[in-house]
């Protein structure tokens, strides 16, 4: 009982001083067995079926080799680590990215705070080459709405975040990966993010590729939206190609690193198409921001236009960022 203590005194006067009145119940998961569970997904059991309050799930420092899954009819949970790099959650599952979520949360009201989803199966283990074939392995799927991420990591190669759909904030958060790692439907902002492009995973002289998003029409409210943020890595690679045909891609005030190819930006299958895509850079700086060889129809955006896509309105219709229990 002493560790459990010493683990809950710790956790609540450094993790939760501004928040420890907004919860309705909390849990904790320490691998050692002096609390009240051993697995996150016991925790995520342990949640009443149709939740309406705020329900912390607060994850000690550790490697935890499992799948976790939160079920739609599971909203309102909160899941707190001891920050990104001492919290880990991992597995290896691949080829179908419904499949292979490490972690998939289909389920509203979502936040997650300071830990690491990993997929380990094309990831290299300790600067080890891992010799598996790449395929499809996604770290995270997220298929909810009104979702939040606070200093999380998401680790991969190919298909690494899978922002399917619904409306995400993503605060100071490490995306890394090689191929379509930031994939998808949703109407997110990533704000102060560091994207890390994994060149060195592929084939020698094969181009890396960051966003794959998947807008449909041009009524379709999805987009990705990068600011303040930093891209670096190994390798080179395009900011992103389109997934469906009304792709939406916008990096705003970001450090684009000499990782980030001259062109830019690809078309893949929608070369037809690309007056529908809707892929800008704005404010951009660095080493790889010089737009001087972009592709033609990179768009030229209205200030108006910026504006209501860089802003926090854009995701946050009704103010849910500022209610979630976690400010940023």
């Known amino acids: 009982m002493g560790n459990r203590r010493l683990f809950i005194a710790l956790f609540c006067c450094f993790c939760l001083p501004h928040i420890i009145e907004a919860y309705h119940q909390q849990v904790f998961v320490d691998q050692s067995g002096h609390s009240n569970f051993t697995k996150i997904q016991k925790a995520i059991d342990s949640v009443p079926v149709n939740n309406r309050h705020w329900f912390f799930i607060n994850v000690a420092a550790g490697v935890y080799r499992e799948k976790i899954k939160i079920p739609y009819d599971k909203p309102f949970i909160v899941i707190v680590g001891a ?3 001492n919290t880990r959650v991992e597995w290896d599952d691949h080829d179908s990215v419904a499949q292979s979520p490490t972690f998939a949360s289909v389920a509203d009201n979502t936040v997650v705070k300071s830990l690491t989803f990993v997929n380990t199966y094309n990831f290299p283990n300790k600067g080890k080459v891992n010799r598996n074939p790449r395929i499809p392995a996604v770290a995270a799927l997220i298929n909810g709405d009104k979702c939040a991420f606070y200093s999380v990591g998401f680790s ?20 890394q990966g090689a191929v379509d790692f930031i994939f998808g439907n949703g109407q997110s902002i990533y704000k102060k993010c560091v994207i890390n492009v ?19 029409n041009p009524y379709d409210a999805s987009g990705f939206v990068f600011t303040d943020s930093l891209v670096y890595g190994s390798g080179k690679a395009f900011l992103g190609r389109p997934w469906r045909s009304y792709a939406r891609v916008i990096f705003y005030n970001t ?5 980030v190819v001259p062109q830019g930006w690809d078309s893949w299958h929608f070369g037809g198409h690309v007056s529908q895509l809707t892929f800008a850079e704005i404010g951009c700086y660095g080493s790889g921001s010089n737009t ?12 108006f ?24």
């Not at 991969?156 to 995306?175: E, K, N, P, S, Y």
């Not at 994994?198 to 449909?216: D, F, H, N």
């Open 292 to 303: 001087g060889r972009r592709v033609s129809w990179v768009k030229k955006l209205s200030g």
């Open 305 to 328: 236009s910026v504006q209501s896509l860089i802003n926090l309105d854009f995701i946050n219709s009704g103010g849910w960022v500022q209610a979630l229990p976690i400010p940023v």
């Open 198 to 216: 994994l060149g060195a995973t592929l084939k020698p002289g094969v181009t890396g590729y960051i966003t794959a998003q998947g807008r449909t």
């Open 83 to 85: 920050g990104k790099r």
């Open 156 to 175: 991969g190669v190919q298909d690494t975040l899978w922002d399917a759909d619904g409306r995400h904030f993503f605060h100071r958060c490490t995306i």
């Open 255 to 259: 450090d684009l690193t000499d990782v």
